[in-house]
């Protein structure tokens, strides 16, 4: 039975706050603190800036009056989606996140942190500016953007992240936790910022001050090449390539070992991998008509427009013919996103990887899911299959599913939720896959090796998408 009751908490130079301990048969398991501020407001003048450091003296609570950290976030304004949030809780003061503790005594040097960005160790879960205030871009929003010194900044939500990750590792000790052992993970939208965020690291901090041992990246990888600023001018709210956050030449270092070597030489390792049937839901997000036109301009809108062109010719050829495999322009779209947001795009990258020195089933570890568990039902069509986020409930044990695990489901998922805590801890898993077209597979209750059927396929994809031709 799980319950709840306030706690105050001592954090040191934070100050005195009061949380939550979440409890299961009366027992501590977990201390909440949510809504903590880790940046100055993003609004008014600031709507389209740099996100701005707390100063040092920020009070978060005395004795005589604790801050009160007992709820969440608040979420960052935003269009409707398939799974939309609460508007009510819209707000454009957004920079704040929220952090779970093992109630359990503190080991030696402190817990393990899970830095956890949403599309056994602490977690900490920050909110950013998303959509026009996160990701805006165009040479007005630029101007308004400058630094005041004439450098013109793009990707907010990115550098909120960054800020987030800062505060994580400088006041993470106050709660337990040790900062310099930092995971940082992300699901769907969640897991290309936590490419970005990898690649911010490898490009711009000194190996010495990097914050990030691991990185988590589930259902998603490194996408395509952004737009320019000049291609995005009429495109407001993907993400910029801007030189500032990560290099515009980020996807040539990735091809030629650069990436990999200076991952290698911080020690970093990668969990990643996808669902069986990503692009259920992806041909239901913004879904275009039922044309060839129309699934050229949504792409458009998102991609830039010689990728698109040279994508577009690999699967329909130059007669922009429907593949037989599909039954409508509508079932290629959500094929073809999920190819280049997921499969295709993971395979190439961890090709690169490979190629750059880092070893399979050490370095990185891919893993595939080719069943959903039951509490899923009732959220997700059954005839949607294993599609994307069917698998959220695997990572979070049955958290904030109706009905949980089963008992047979928790059987058969005790020793992958146990390497998973081990991976976050820094331990050395024994993942299983040794090969570079292996990953790890769950499968009708079973966990086996699976040889990749998608593996030259997906090089092939990745290898059109950065051709020259």
Avoid at 5 to 15: K, R, S, Y
Avoid at 78 to 107: H, M, R, V, Y
Avoid at 143 to 168: C, H, I, K, P, V
Avoid at 194 to 213: D, G, M, P, R, W
Wanted: with cysteine; charged share 20%; net charge negative.
């Amino acid at each position: 039975m799980y319950g709840q009751e306030t706690h105050v908490f001592d954090a040191g130079p934070l100050g005195i706050l009061e949380g939550l301990v979440l409890t299961f048969d009366n027992v501590p398991a977990l201390h909440y603190f949510g809504d903590l501020p880790y940046a100055l407001p993003p609004t008014g003048p600031h709507r389209f800036r740099l996100p701005r450091k707390l100063p040092s003296d920020y009070d978060y609570g005395t004795k005589a009056f604790p801050g009160h950290f007992t709820t969440g976030t608040k979420i960052c304004p935003q269009p409707p989606s398939c799974i939309p949030p609460d508007a009510s809780l819209f707000d454009e003061d957004c920079l704040q996140l929220n952090i779970w503790i093992p109630a359990g005594k503190t080991p030696q040097g402190g817990w393990p942190v899970l830095f956890y960005l949403h599309g056994g160790p602490i977690v900490v879960l920050p909110a950013y500016r998303l959509n026009a205030l996160g990701f805006v871009t165009g040479k007005a929003f630029a101007a308004e953007a400058s630094d005041g010194g004439g450098t013109q900044y793009g990707n907010m939500g990115f550098w909120d992240q960054r800020m987030a990750l800062e505060w994580t590792h400088q006041n993470i000790a106050h709660f337990g936790g040790n900062p310099d052992n930092i995971t940082c993970a992300g699901y769907s939208a969640g897991a290309y910022s936590t490419f970005h965020q990898l690649a911010h690291e490898l490009y711009y901090v000194a190996a010495e001050k990097s914050l990030i041992k691991r990185i988590i990246m589930l259902s998603n990888g490194p996408g395509l090449r952004p737009k320019s600023l000049s291609e995005q001018q009429n495109q407001f709210d993907e993400p910029l390539a801007d030189d500032k956050f990560y290099p515009q030449d980020l996807f040539a270092q990735i091809n030629n070992g650069d990436f990999a070597r200076r991952m290698k030489e911080r020690g970093m390792t990668l969990l990643s991998g996808e669902c069986r049937d990503e692009h259920i839901i992806y041909r239901n997000w913004r879904t275009p008509g039922n044309s060839f036109d129309s699934v050229y301009a949504r792409f458009c809108a998102e991609y830039p427009r010689t990728d698109v062109d040279k994508l577009l010719h690999h699967y329909c050829g130059s007669q922009q013919k429907l593949p037989a495999h599909c039954a409508d322009w509508q079932e290629l779209f959500g094929r073809v996103y999920a190819d280049l947001q997921v499969h295709h795009m993971q395979r190439g990258f961890f090709n690169a990887l490979f190629n750059g020195g880092l070893i399979p089933g050490k370095n990185v570890l891919r893993y595939g899911f080719d069943r959903r568990l039951k509490c899923v039902d009732a959220t997700i069509p059954v005839e949607w299959g294993v599609t994307h986020s069917s698998d959220v409930p695997i990572w979070l044990w049955g958290s904030d599913f109706p009905g949980g695990l089963t008992d047979q489901e928790r059987v058969w998922l005790r020793s992958w939720n146990e390497e998973f805590a081990a991976f976050v801890s820094g331990a050395q898993v024994n993942w299983g896959p040794t090969k570079p077209k292996d990953m790890k597979r769950w499968s009708d209750g079973e966990t086996d090796v699976w040889v990749d059927i998608k593996w030259e396929e997906g090089l092939e994809v990745w290898n059109v998408v950065h051709s020259t031709a």
